[in-house]
């Protein structure tokens, strides 16, 4: 039977966002680790200023708070650099799919081919430690032994790597596994519109009237998430 060599240069890569939904949440920190020959030689990190008000869960959640991401690039800004440190390589990640569908809108938002192969390290312990009460990241760390600081970036990113690391020697190693092999990873993404003009004059008169703190940077909003907020002030306030 063929036998599976892991994978030893790839990026481990972990968002944090504002919630759990692509089409309608963003991105507010990436972290990424280089692995070549299976050695961490590289990182990447970054606050990503998402154009709008953490949720207080959010804040409790990730420690991440209004004040650290005021002056933080945009996706947009910080997509260049991302994309540079990416180059082609195999994303690895815990729900990979995940991470990958947040830059994926990114990335076609801003007119950026976005394609790549993922390993996915929940897949894995899903698959081999279906005896333990969970399978998160911050629990398989326990499990482990892995050190750990949850819920930011980078910190998960260097975690994940120390995980796969772990799984391949208890699972892997020598055996004909394709969970640990690289597989494509597929979301599908259609380019948002940016707020129009008349929209975004609409939203300054609402706000104005109504004498409401502006939630949202109306420059970077969508068309979409401009009628959002346009529909949540008129339910509210009224005309």
Not at 70 to 80: F, Q, V, Y
Not at 171 to 189: I, W
């Amino acid at each position: 039977m063929e036998k599976y060599e892991k994978p030893d240069s790839y990026v481990s890569i972990d968002l944090e966002t504002t919630g759990l939904n692509p089409k309608t949440d963003k991105i507010i920190e990436i972290g990424a680790i280089k692995v070549e020959k299976g050695k961490k030689t590289d990182s990447f990190s970054t606050f990503i200023n998402p154009g709008r008000p953490l949720l207080d869960k959010i804040i409790e959640l990730t420690g991440i708070c209004d004040e650290q991401l005021k002056d933080a690039p945009d996706i947009g800004e910080a997509l260049p650099e991302l994309m540079d440190f990416l180059e082609d390589r195999v994303l690895l990640g815990h729900r990979i799919l995940f991470d990958y569908s947040f830059i994926k809108k990114a990335a076609v938002n801003n007119r950026v081919k976005f394609e790549r192969q993922g390993i996915d390290t929940l897949k894995i312990a899903r698959q081999y430690l279906p005896e333990l009460e969970s399978r998160s990241l911050h629990f398989l760390c326990g499990y482990y032994q892995i050190p750990h600081r949850a819920h930011r970036a980078l910190e998960d990113a260097s975690a994940t790597c120390s995980l796969f690391e772990r799984l391949w020697m208890d699972f892997g190693e020598g055996k004909e596994e394709k969970l640990f092999l690289p597989e494509r990873l597929n979301y599908q993404a259609k380019r948002e519109v940016p707020i129009t003009a008349a929209q975004k004059e609409r939203l300054y008169k609402l706000i104005a009237k109504h004498k409401l703190s502006k939630e949202y940077n109306l420059d970077k909003l969508t068309r979409n998430e401009a009628s959002r907020y346009t529909d949540r002030i008129l339910s509210k306030y009224g005309r």
